[in-house]
């Protein structure tokens, strides 16, 4: 569904995706893992259009039509839509009017009160607030909006940059279990997340990136189960020393 | 005679509200106070004159005229200009702004000259009805009224219509709209003909009871200025509100203190204001991240 080529992102000097490459299957949720700095966000924005002159190489395929060099008003309107990080909400616009936006795009209006209805339901505290400035909302309650924002576009293919950003445990259980069942409904989703548990557990696919190359992929299961993964994105402990410290670091095998 | 004061200071107040409210809606989407909004006016109000005595159409063939020529000069400008600065900062463009002023002013003297007219107008300002005390003209009367109802549209307008909240959503963030298919730079278009339209009604019932010359709006751009800053910049209903506190608050203290000295209480208020609460009367803030 979504072809990345060997694409490299230079913001200015600094050289941030070395060549990455990544192809997204119709129907899955992928994810992307990393660390700060990693690159994870740049590849959503290089996709999206954001970085004017980007990709400096490489192509972008959505939907077997080029979309590397277009603009995110096209982009969006070919079906890939994008949860920016850090929310980004219209802050003095009330729920509905945020909502309205995110269906801008389309004149099907019968179709759109469906989606209102919709997503209400995903998201019944929205309905509640349905009359109130965006910034005047929770962080929760923004990242809810974000995503019902981005639904409201009629997507294929869902972009998500760090869902979890800022969101209390439980809250970021239910926005992943809402994130599932957007996916069931056959949204494809592409998901960027610091939380490698909570982001593998609804993932197919997992991806890590370090350093602006991706260094591993597999399924989501047998990356939970690498000792890697669970050691450098999980902070599990593999072995308990006897003094109560570990005073050996374990190696990347992947370096 | 505080009554008499009061009725004309409103219905002068509504004309610096329009032009508050022109200045403001650039100012929402672009941070940017467009200088040259005045001339934009005057030239537009020049084009209404030469269709209407020039050429002879009936007032309506030449106002709408007029509005589509300054429709089409706010997008020309815009287009041409602002959008070709590479990597503007706020200052460059508030020069470009500048410079449109001068342009278009160096223009409009080329080709109408320094020639005081009187432009005529369906609404005449001597023909008076009597509220009590004060005495009000019919021009100033269609004034306020057609102020009240562009403001009233105004509000319909970033209320209710798709293209009205998109051009919000712009102003608060490019990016969040970008993302959802608004074309960010059709907006802007939108945004200066928009303005530059409400400027033109603002030069065209300012143009009966002045004279129209090249230095038409030179004052009034002013003042519409300093209203703008007195109610806030970033409010439309408070742009408008701030200009009808300084028609009446101008003319109070011409008619008490001193008339000559009637246009410096503009800028006492633009530097009262600026003193003691910078972001203007009206202005709800909304503190931005950095």
Redesign the interface.
Known sequence: MLEIKNIETFYTLIYALRGVSLAVDEGTVTAILGNNGAGKSTILKTV?G?LDDQPDKGTIEFLGKRIDGK???VI??MGL??V?EGR??????SVK?NL???A??RRDRAAIKRDFEQIYAYFPVLKEREAQWA?TLSGGEQQMLAIG??LM?RPKLLFLDEPSLGLSPILVRDIFKIIKTINQEGVTILLVEQNARMALSISDIGLILENGRFVMKGEAKELMEDKDVQEFYMGMKSEESAKGFQRWKRKKRWR | MFLQLVVSGISFGSLYALIALAMVIIYKTSEVPNFGQGEMAMISTFVAFTLLVTHGYSFVVSFIGAFIFAAALGIFLEFVFLRRAKDPNILSLILITLGFEMVLYGLASWKWGADQRNFPFPVSDFDVIHLGSAVISYLNIATLLITLLLMFMLFLFFRYTKVGIAMKATQQNAMAARINGIRTNRILSITWALSSMIGAVAGMLLAPIATLDPNLMLEPLLKGFAAAVLGGMTTLVGAALGGYILGVLENLFGGYVSLEFKSIVAFLIIVLVLCFKPSGLFAKHYVRKV
């Open positions: 999206m954001l603009d995110p008003e969006v309107r839509s994008y920016p980004e909400v219209f802050d003095e616009l009017e309205l936006m995110g801008y795009i910034g924002r981005a576009n």
